[in-house]
Structures are given as C-alpha cells and as structure tokens.
T-cell receptor
Framework: RKEVEQDPGPFNVPEGATVAFNCTYS??????FFWYRQDCRKEPKLLMS???SGNEDGRFTAQLNRASQYISLLIRDSKLSDSATYLC???????????FGSGTRLQVQP | EAQVTQNPRYLITVTGKKLTVTCSQN?????MSWYRQDPGLGLRQIYY???????DKGDVPEGYKVSRKEKRNFPLILESPSPNQTSLYFC?????????????FGDGTRLSIL
C-alpha cells in the first residue's frame, strides 16, 4: 500500500462550486500533514498545514480523520485561479522525510 | 528574500557526461532534500540531509550522489547520467527535519539526458 494515496482526478468544476478532495495515509503514527498546491511545471507551494482540530484559511478548509486515516481539503467558491494540482503530504515511515501524494488535479471552468 | 535557488533551470546533455545541479538556501535551514517528479509517479525523494555532513538515502537514490559540506548548499551529482534520469528535479529545505515542518521548494531543474 502506498504511504499516501490520492485520486488523480481531474475534477472539473464550474466557478463558484465547492469541491473536496480526500487523501489516505498508511502511517498511523503520523501527526502532521500538509496540503501543497502545484501549478503546471512549477514548484510545489505550501497551501496549508493540517492540524488535529482542522484548519481553515479563507475559502480553504483542511480536516484530519485519524480513525479512518485520511485528510481532506475543501475549497469553497472555486475560482479559475484555483486550477492546479493539489498534493497531500504526510510524514514518511522510517525516516525523517515527507511523502508526497501523486496529486489531485483540479480544473475550474468559467 | 527567503528562497531556495537551483541551477541550472534547464539542461540537455548526453549519457555518461557527469553533471551537477546546485541548490542553495538562504534561510539557515538544517534540512535539505532532493526530489524528482515524473508523470504519474509524483514527487519521489532522492536524498536528504539533516545537517552538515549528514546525508541519507530517500526512495530513489540509485545513480545519484549528494554532499553537504556547508549548511546552505546541497548539490546533486549525476556521475554517469542515463536517459532514465530525465526528469524534473526539485530541491527543498525546512528549518529542521521534524515532520511538523513544511518544506520550501526551489523553482525546479528540468534535465534531459539523451
């Protein structure tokens, strides 16, 4: 089983829609998680950290479900500029590193 | 400005010709890492370094070398590049190697090995 798994998408949504992505992780000892955003052929950029209590930043909300070992990202009122690939990140098993999921592609359409 | 700088941004070269991709960070970060990104495979870690003179293998270290002689620099060396090392490479750093620290990425280096 992969350490971090994501649905690759693409998720095609109209502007203004609400969209949610899930990501599952295998390392039950993981404490910290992140969502990164990556535009085509550009570097990944930190979108938000994911805390046990959840985290909200404007239109973006991240949640952690430890029992089922998944994290989620909710984007409200989607903008065209939200079109990107969203990478889920969890601590690696057995070494001081982060494991990145393969990403979920979001395409927001006018 | 806090940043991670990689050079070159683009390189086309031939099989067997040694090359080095440099990475430098100005944030006094202890932890640095190299990744390669390939379609459908996501970001895979090549090597990482917890601090000066401390390096460890990631998921896909074969065919690569690294060194960490200074805190700010973490070069990636391909002694004898092969076509299967054609990829998009990213260097990243974080303040420490603890898993609650996010990583900051350089702009990427696109390598083509013919």
């Amino acid at each position: 089983r992969k350490e971090v798994e994501q649905d690759p998408g693409p998720f095609n949504v109209p502007e203004g829609a609400t969209v949610a992505f899930n990501c599952t992780y295998s390392n039950s000892a993981s404490q910290s998680f992140f969502w990164y955003r990556q535009d085509c052929r550009k570097e990944p950029k930190l979108l938000m950290s994911v805390y046990s209590s959840g985290n909200e930043d404007g239109r973006f909300t991240a949640q952690l479900n430890r029992a089922s070992q998944y994290i989620s990202l909710l984007i409200r009122d989607s903008k065209l500029s939200d079109s990107a690939t969203y990478l889920c990140v969890a601590p690696s098993r057995g070494r001081r590193a982060l494991t990145f999921g393969s990403g979920t592609r979001l395409q927001v359409q006018p | 400005e806090a940043q991670v700088t990689q050079n070159p941004r683009y390189l086309i070269t031939v099989t067997g010709k040694k090359l080095t991709v440099t990475c430098s960070q100005n944030m006094n970060h202890e932890y640095m890492s190299w990744y390669r990104q390939d379609p459908g495979l996501g970001l895979r870690q090549i090597y990482y370094s917890m601090n000066v003179e401390v390096t460890d293998k990631g998921d896909v270290p074969e065919g690569y070398k690294v060194s960490r002689k200074e805190k700010r620099n973490f070069p990636l060396i391909l002694e004898s590049p092969s076509p299967n090392q054609t990829s998009l490479y990213f260097c990243a750093s974080s303040s420490t190697g603890f898993s609650n620290q996010p990583q900051h990425f350089g702009d990427g280096t696109r390598l083509s090995i013919l």
